[in-house]
């Protein structure tokens, strides 16, 4: 059947979910803040070199229009007041934002868990067939205050729902997961 160090929840329709204890491997969390930082950095260069091209201004200004080639743009759809500009210069305030909420995270990257697994799926038969994939997920340590705890929610999209939300055996393996393996206070 199953062994004692096996993780077990039964989906609505009465199928089981399990992940052995031999397919989890828990490591830290800092290394994935550290894709987190690099997938900022490397977006907010991305964004400064399309905002210098499409914000620039234009090579003439007649009758209130811009020209290039002969065509003419209002500024909203051409040059640094348009609405391109703005959504780009948005964005990049937005990530801007989200790199200094991650240099705050980090000084508690310790109070975080990552843990990786595969799950096992088990029929009404008794039929199990493994995943072909492991999942990953960001166990925080019940220690964490509540403002900790939204910012690496923020920050981080594999920290799983709270305990009220756990409609979905999915939610449940995570959270027994978290519950097992988590860094404890």
């Not at 828990?26 to 260069?45: F, H, M, N, Q, Y």
């Not at 020209?67 to 305030?93: A, L, Q, W």
């Amino acid at each position: 059947m199953f062994e004692i160090l096996d993780t077990v929840v039964s989906t609505d329709v009465g199928e089981k979910i399990i992940v052995k204890d031999s397919a989890v491997k828990v490591g830290p969390w800092a290394p994935r803040g550290e894709d987190i930082r690099k997938e900022i950095t490397d977006s907010l260069a991305a964004s400064a070199e399309v905002e210098e091209e499409a914000c620039k201004p234009p090579l003439e200004i007649r009758n209130g229009f811009y020209t290039s080639d002969g065509i003419h743009y209002s500024d909203r759809e051409f040059g640094p007041n348009s609405g391109v500009c703005k959504r780009i210069r948005d964005g990049m305030h937005g990530s801007r934002k989200t790199l200094k909420l991650l240099e705050d995270v980090m000084k508690h990257s310790g109070k975080v868990t990552r843990v990786t697994y595969r799950e096992i799926r088990q029929d009404l038969n008794g039929k199990r067939v493994a995943d072909g994939f492991y999942q990953v997920i960001s166990c925080l340590d019940s220690g964490l205050s509540e403002d900790m705890r939204a910012k690496f929610s923020e920050i981080d999209s594999d920290i799983p729902k709270p305990s009220s939300d756990l409609d979905l055996a999915k939610d449940q393996m995570a959270a027994k997961l978290c519950q097992k393996y988590g860094v404890k206070s």
